[in-house]
């Protein structure tokens, strides 16, 4: 499986920014990363992806490493809604390109 | 709504039962996903289709099995279900395999074995 390495949880207070790293030192250059988060017996929704430069959308910003070894999931200001486990995917053309979720960091976001 | 229509969303059977879940992918998607998350587990990636063409496997046991039809929708088929086969089935559709491709996620399929 294509190697990602997150916190296992998170807490933040609500109205504030969160930062969520993740480590992918064996990322190759075609390799995009992905950012899933899930809620409560939910599926899995897509949050943001990028290859190498900063990447914002409505949800969240992206920001990679300048070697692309990590990169961090920013939520602006948390509310409570976003409280759910934060995948960092990897995609990696060695294992086909395949989505394949590894613990993910849980999110708690305190009133 | 993620364009992922997944049936049933619960289902209960007995032991040593067969079922089948449904999957139709979003418009315009060729590739079809099957994870499996049990309670209190992460995403286990059971098989891919592409097409109408497996295209990977993962831990998928062999008494599953699934296939892609050419209207593109999906069926995942599970016999000789077991206690520990409960657990919540997803399926998630992408336009193709490559890595900038994001993938979505249906509401997943509840399966409960007693």
């Known amino acids: 499986d294509a190697k990602t390495t997150q916190p296992n949880s998170m807490e933040s207070n609500e109205e504030e920014p969160v930062h969520l790293p993740c480590n992918h030192s064996t990322i190759s250059g075609t390799d995009y990363i992905h950012w899933y988060r899930q809620l409560p017996s939910q599926g899995p929704e897509y949050v943001i992806h990028?290859?190498?430069s900063n990447v914002n959308n409505r949800m969240a910003s992206l920001a990679i490493a300048e070697d692309r070894k990590s990169s961090t999931l920013i939520l602006h200001r948390a509310t409570l809604r976003d409280a759910a486990v934060y995948y960092c995917?990897?995609?990696?053309?060695?294992?086909?390109?395949?989505?394949?979720f590894g613990t993910g960091t849980s999110l708690t976001v305190i009133p | 709504d993620s364009g992922v229509t997944q049936t049933p969303k619960h289902l209960i059977t007995a032991t040593g039962q067969r079922v089948t879940l449904r999957c139709s992918p979003r418009s315009g998607d060729l590739s079809v996903y099957w994870y499996q998350q049990s309670l209190d587990q992460g995403l286990q990636f059971l098989i891919q289709?592409?097409?109408?063409?497996?295209?990977a496997k993962g831990n998928i046991l062999e008494r599953f099995s699934a296939q892609q039809f050419p209207d593109l929708h999906s069926e995942l088929n599970l016999s000789s279900l077991e206690l520990g086969d409960s657990a919540l089935y997803f399926c998630?559709?992408?336009?193709?395999?490559?890595?900038?491709?994001?993938?979505?996620f249906g509401e997943g399929s509840w399966l409960t074995v007693v």
């Open positions: 998630a559709s992408t336009q193709g395999g490559a890595s900038g491709n994001t993938i979505y």
């Open positions: 995917i990897l995609r990696d053309v060695n294992t086909g390109n395949q989505f394949y």
């Open positions: 990028g290859l190498t």
């Open positions: 289709y592409y097409n109408g063409e497996e295209r």
